[in-house]
């Protein structure tokens, strides 16, 4: 194919212009390799234009090459300092890195360059969980489709910006606007399929979440053996691989699938994220546990594990449980001393406040420690952080009357965290893996959910259907907690007067 190009497209035949060009057409198809050798060539053709370089970013973006993607943007930022789109997808390399105040001044100088930008607004309020910034968001996608009637992916990125906003008819209106002009845009199908399993619609929900495998940039690269991927057929005598794909809370929640997988193969294989291999060793159907990086033994079939819903035509009244699933490793229970820790309080409760700031919409559901202050106010209570990463720093100053006992500088994987968890009355968080975890054990958790919530969560509702020991918490307005954790904190206050 180089060759091809090579021949066809040289700079002597084609001009930078028409270069520039092709490179796009390839980075909308996700053609990585093809875009990049075409952005190339338009770069030697005209080495003062900020265009190859931008086309560079775009490409290596969506393959992944994040601090590549980010070096192309600054080369195109440098020759033209105005150029917003270029200012926007820095904001979002860096997004996708963890630096949130260097997105946050990309994103700013990208609407200080174009106010009306969509993309900088969405990205923009991503962040600070700015309403008005989604507005305008969707106001400058809209005037899109109206000047682009044609448009299938200004469709998409419409549906995405009112699912935000929770107008979630009008979200799937758009998706299917954009289907009916590109009945195979991976991108809308995805999108819709959020927006289906939200509303508890899984049936339709289900299917649709499998188109992810066809978008360029989806964060879980499908994994390629020869193979074949399961499709819930009987394979006696031979095993079935499942694989975690994406975030741990995701592995916690489907390895429950793995008995319904054995009654149907000889053997279960799972690999799953070193951090869950010992935890995962005991959870019943499976008969061995790999972590990635690690031999894989022979298999007959394999399959992703959040692909399983659909193997197995969930709906919200099959939803598999059959009691908690996930078990502490007695050993490690056994050597913590809560019942010391606590000394003559009635509950013990885990605390989780934030997440992983590399996620893209961390801010959204992330909180600090002194905004669970008025959990204080529940007398006979001992709390103890569950938090790690940068975060837990903040356990060394708790809120004003709060008693916090930070045990986590022995946590060295989800097993030491299960081992904590199972020694505790009640564990309060935010959406994160440690909910998973707590609502695979069948410990009492009550969750604090964002206004505009992952699908799992649902609407209005304050039970989870995938975990009964689970409660949620719901924001009432985008970006303001004050509602929910004061629901939270009375709830507490009773449920230790109870005790």
Known sequence: MLNWIRSKFSPARVDAARLLQLAESAADAGRTGEGLEFARRAHEADPTAPGPHYVTGRLLQDAGRLAEAESSYRAAIAIQPAHARAHNNLGCVLHMQGKLEEALAAYRRALDLDPDLPQANQNFAAIVRNGGALERAALGYLRRTQQQPGDAMAYNDLGNTLRELGRHQEALAAYGR???????LAQAHFSRAFVLLLLGDYEAGWQEYEWRWRIPAFNAPARRFPQPVWDGKPVPGGAVLLHAEQGLGDTLQFVRYAPLVAKRCAEVILECQPELGALMRDVAGLHRVVT?????????????????????????????????????????????????????????????????????????????????????????????SLQVGAAAAQSAKPPEGMRLVDLTASIADF???????????????????????AGAMGVPVWVLVAHAPDWRYHLVREDQPWYPTMRLFRQERDGDWTGAIARVSEELVRRASQV
């Open 178 to 184: 954009a289907l009916a002009l590109e009945p195979g």
């Open 292 to 384: 990635r990086g690690d031999s894989l033994p022979a298999f007959a079939a394999h399959a992703p594990l959040m692909s399983l819903p659909a193997v197995f035509s969930t709906t919200l009244a099959t939803i598999p449980w059959s009691g908690a699933y996930v078990r502490a490793d007695p050993v490690r229970a056994g050597a913590l001393d809560l019942a010391g820790r606590a000394g003559a309080s009635r509950l013990k409760v885990g605390l989780v406040w934030a997440g992983r700031p590399q996620q893209w919409d961390d801010r959204k559901r992330s909180i600090s420690l002194d905004m669970l202050a008025p959990l204080a106010r529940a007398a006979g209570v001992t709390f103890f």
């Open 415 to 437: 097993s030491d965290t299960a081992a904590l968890v199972s020694r505790l009355d009640l564990v309060i968080t935010i959406d994160t893996s440690v909910a998973h975890l």
